[in-house]
């Protein structure tokens, strides 16, 4: 089984609020349930909710449990809805989406250029 590193349960559950898919307040699972889930030992799952309470997306209460921030499930409809287009545009044409998020991670971080209109003439 390959299991899933900190950073990744990160990532993942970065992903689930930044889109919506868990909206503002709504609790996740426990860190117990987490590591359960992902088949990790309960001080990765513990290590990915401090890393998401320290970028701001969670907050932990006795009581109530870990619940995602207010107003940290912000992307707006239309950016999620182009994400979404772009996956099934990627899928049609066998890009694997891990390929696809190294373009967008490139592009976004300015490493990779417009083809010149020259490229473009010789396509």
């Known amino acids: 089984m390959n299991h899933l590193s900190a ?9 689930a609020i930044r889109s919506g898919l868990l909206g503002d307040g709504e609790r996740l699972p426990t860190v117990r349930q987490t590591a359960r889930d992902f088949a990790v030992a309960q001080a990765t799952a513990a290590k990915a909710y401090r ?3 320290q970028e701001g997306l ?7 449990g870990t619940r995602v921030a207010p107003g ?3 992307a ?7 994400a979404r287009a772009l996956i099934e ?10 390929d696809v998020l190294a373009i967008v991670r490139a592009i976004a971080n300015r490493r990779v250029e417009e ?3 020259t ?3 010789e396509r």
Not at 58 to 64: L, M, Q
């Open 7 to 15: 950073d990744e349960i990160t990532e993942l559950f970065r992903g």
């Open 51 to 53: 890393a998401l309470e």
């Open 58 to 64: 969670v907050v932990t209460r006795t009581a109530a």
């Open 72 to 74: 940290a499930s912000r």
């Open 76 to 82: 707006p409809q239309a950016v999620i809805e182009r």
């Open 89 to 98: 545009a990627s899928d049609a044409a066998g890009v694997a989406v891990e």
């Open 115 to 117: 083809p010149s209109t």
């Open 119 to 121: 490229d473009r003439a």
